[in-house]
């Protein structure tokens, strides 16, 4: 007897070389895993459930993986963008005195908008971890954690722009410790659905010392690192300054490149330094809206994957991408990259779901477990409801237009049911486990708290979105 039994659907499951697309298919669901998965006529044969559900012009597939995501600082949302430097002359004013309550209402927010639009495992990268975890536990998401280590003084907007960061190694250390903390606490809790990362912020952020520790104790809890790399000329002027050589160089030379690293942007990296990484095994997450908006530029993802296909996106942080929606990021990934490329041939729209799903999950290191639609992986699943004017109409003969139209046509609110590790988190575009209103209505008075405080810094630092704001602009 299966728990659930969704039938009658359009499977994207995702397995083989491509989508691997079953036409009036059957996904059953026993426990957390995935029993069954096949022709619904077959299937109804063999099988009878608790719980039925009829996905009659509706697509399934693997839930979606943000492979890099900020949620701590979402509270933030729409304060950095359209300015240079974004985090000293943007973020940090309002970041600096965030409460770590404050953090985590911004972040339960964060969560819900992600699996609202179909994201299941967020590897959420941020500070306070030990309390953004608890929205993970009660949303009931699938989440690969870091505390975000950096040796920084707090009052990093007061440090003129290109001046080399003093690192302190006792603000590195107790921030290390919080991330060793978040381990022992909670890896594999939740039946799994809780796994524990290393998160040094940078190689610009850290010392070499810190570094190899981390690298240390990556080794030791065999697990992997979630770290920016060359993100940004700030970070390579600041490397070439400490060190007198560029990010990946550097990173080679210490023995960083390998498969535990999960090096998310990589903005400024060439395509021999983005190859060496490729070739070294060390996986790329790709922030397509993010680094469009903050950066202007295009990553080098292309390189990348004619190397390696441990690649996967990542919707970043909310202060400047602005959203974090995993279905803008496709979309995102396949329109600037054929821009880039002058080639429509490029980031098709197979490829790009493919990094989202099954190769994502592949480069988080979670391959075995989630990211397809195969019998004995986890119940990562959502179904999709094409009865909307954007996905219609259906065709599947003699070409199919489903995939196509989830990258370029989807918006993410079309996303009717979300279920992880075999519990349905969202049906009806209705989330069960939390008070969705309660919790945006939390969100708005602790961001005034925190708007509030940020007032004087604002106006002394004359921070760039203040005068547009001042001649009508914003
Ligand atoms: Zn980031």
Redesign the pocket.
Known sequence: MLDILIHNATVVTMEGKGVGIIEDGAVGIKNNKIEVVGLTTEIKKKYSAHQYIDATRKVVMPGLIDA???TGISILRGLSQDIGNWMQKGLWPFYKGLTPQESRIGSLVNIIEGVKAGTTTFCD?DHPMGELVKNHVEIGTRARISDMINELPPNMADIAVGDIYPLDSAIGNEKLMENIKLINEWHLKENGRITCLLGPQGPDMVSKELLLEIKYLAEKYDTNIHM?VA?GDREINQMIKRYGKRSIQYLDEIGYLDHRLMA??LTEATKEETQLLAKRGASMIL?SG?IGIIDGMVPPMAEFLEVSSRAAL?S??APGNNCNNMFNEMKFTAILNKCKAKNPEVFPAWKVLRLATIDGAKAIGLGDEIGSIKEGKKADLIIINFDKPNLSPIILSPIRNIVPNLVYAANGNEVETVIIDGKIIMEEGKLLTVDENKAVLELHKAAERVANRAVEDVKRLEIPLLQMMKEGYL
């Open positions: 890099h995501i900020h990268y920016h993100q998310v942007h922030c993010s990542g970043d942080q």
